[in-house]
């Protein structure tokens, strides 16, 4: 099956600093990827679709500024926390779905954020 | 865009009773329907979809059942074990974008 990566799965971090999640394809090629948040005891809240080649699609309420994505590859998407603040601690997940008509999304294992 | 409600959000049953978890969705043209599973601090995880071309699909203990017409589809579970306690998702696509909603969740419970 499709596998999805996550990296780090953990961070701590300062508030006021930046943090990167890596999210990669490992065996197929995501022209689209998925970034959820999930807070403790809550679904998971769609953020933004990363597009490879093109600006992220954000939902409403998500501030483009501090959530920065960047899919510069078929195989990896990156989502920038800026100037992160202890409101920020959650669960992000990526996700990405095979090409064609819907299917499967494979979920990345979860990034853990503690603002601190 | 798409809605998806879920309920019950909490549902407790004994060791070897069935357990049913319903959602209902408002974008007729929604045409694929999937389930998760998610364990404490994992991932998602796929236990069964269902397509619109289809009422029902059932994989060992575990049974979708859709009904188009109400827009409403549920999960059901047989003969459950302690390691079906975890939270389940409903979630069904935006028919006019490429993402899938997902439903507030629904934390089973297994009692010994």
């Known amino acids: 099956g499709a596998v999805v990566s996550q990296h780090p799965s953990w961070v701590i971090c300062k508030s006021g600093t930046s943090v990167k999640i890596e999210c990669r394809s490992l065996?197929?090629?995501?022209?689209?990827m998925f970034w959820y948040r999930q807070f403790p005891k809550q679904s998971l809240m769609l953020m933004a679709t990363?597009?490879?080649?093109?600006?992220?699609?954000?939902e409403q309420g998500v501030e483009k500024d501090k959530f920065l994505i960047n899919h510069a590859s078929l195989t990896l998407s990156t989502l920038t926390v800026t100037s992160a603040h202890p409101e920020d601690s959650s669960f992000y997940i990526c996700?990405?779905?095979?090409?064609?008509?819907?299917?499967?999304?494979?979920f990345g294992p979860g990034t853990r954020l503690t603002v601190l | 865009g798409e809605n998806v409600e879920q309920h019950p959000s909490t549902l407790s049953v004994q060791e070897g009773d069935s357990a049913v978890i319903k959602c209902t969705y408002s974008?007729?043209?929604?045409?694929?329907f999937p389930w998760y599973k998610q364990e404490l601090g994992k991932r998602p995880q796929l236990i069964i979809d269902?397509?619109?071309?289809?009422g029902e699909k059932k994989d060992q203990r575990i049974a979708v059942t859709l009904n188009k017409t109400a827009k409403h589809f549920s999960l059901h579970i047989t003969e459950t074990q302690p390691e079906d306690s975890a939270v389940y998702f409903c979630?069904?696509?935006?028919?006019?974008?490429?993402?899938?909603?997902f439903g507030s969740g629904t934390r089973l419970s297994i009692r010994p």
């Open positions: 979630a069904a696509p935006e028919s006019s974008a490429s993402k899938i909603i």
């Open positions: 065996d197929f090629q995501a022209t689209t």
């Open positions: 974008d007729s043209a929604s045409n694929y």
């Open positions: 269902i397509r619109s071309n289809v």
């Open positions: 990363s597009n490879e080649g093109s600006k992220a699609t954000y």
């Open positions: 996700s990405a779905n095979l090409a064609g008509e819907w299917n499967e999304q494979f």
